[in-house]
C-alpha cells in the first residue's frame, strides 16, 4: 500500500484561544490531501471535474482525536484507500506531528462520484484516469463489487 504525505504547518487562523486546531479544520487538512494526492499524479481535483463534467461528493466523514495538534506545529496527513468499487471509495487519514510516531487523530472520507447536468446529480463510475489514480494508492485488495 502507498501512503500519499501531505505536510502542513498549523497556522494560527486554525486554532483556537489556547493555540490547539480546532476540531473542524481538520477537514480541511484531509481536504487539501486529497487534492494534494490528486495533483502528484499529473491532474488535479479541478482538471478532471472539467474533462469529465464530475462531481466527488462526500456521503460520510469521521474522525477520532488522540493528541492535539498546537499552533506552529508540523504536521503530516498520511492518506490512502482501503477500499473502493466503481462509483464509490474510502479514504483514510492519519494525522502525526512531524519527526514523531505520535498519531493525532485519525479519519475517513467516503466518496461518490457523480455525473453532473441537469437538474439531480447521478451516481457514474470513476472515469479511468480516477481509477488508476485509485489503484495506486490503494491497499491489496481495495478493489470490491461494491461497498457501502
Not at 474510502?90 to 457523480?114: D, P, S
Request: with cysteine.
Amino acid at each position: 500500500m502507498k501512503r500519499f504525505i501531505f505536510e502542513q504547518r498549523v497556522r494560527w487562523e486554525d486554532c483556537d484561544p489556547g493555540g490547539l486546531i480546532f476540531y473542524g479544520n481538520y477537514f480541511r487538512y484531509f481536504e487539501a490531501a486529497e487534492e494534494e494526492l490528486l495533483r502528484s499524479t499529473g491532474t488535479s481535483e479541478w482538471e478532471m471535474k472539467q474533462k469529465y463534467n464530475i462531481a466527488l461528493g462526500k456521503t460520510d466523514v469521521g474522525i477520532q482525536f488522540f493528541a492535539p495538534a498546537l499552533y506552529d506545529d508540523l504536521i503530516e496527513v498520511q492518506t490512502w484507500i482501503p477500499e473502493y468499487d466503481d462509483k464509490r471509495y474510502l479514504m483514510r487519514f492519519e494525522v502525526y506531528k512531524q519527526g514523531t510516531e505520535t498519531l493525532l487523530c485519525k479519519a475517513h472520507a467516503k466518496v461518490i462520484c457523480m455525473q453532473k447536468g441537469g437538474e439531480r446529480l447521478r451516481a457514474r463510475e470513476h472515469p479511468p484516469e480516477l481509477l488508476e489514480i485509485l489503484e495506486t494508492y490503494a491497499e491489496e485488495g481495495a478493489r470490491k463489487e461494491k461497498i457501502r
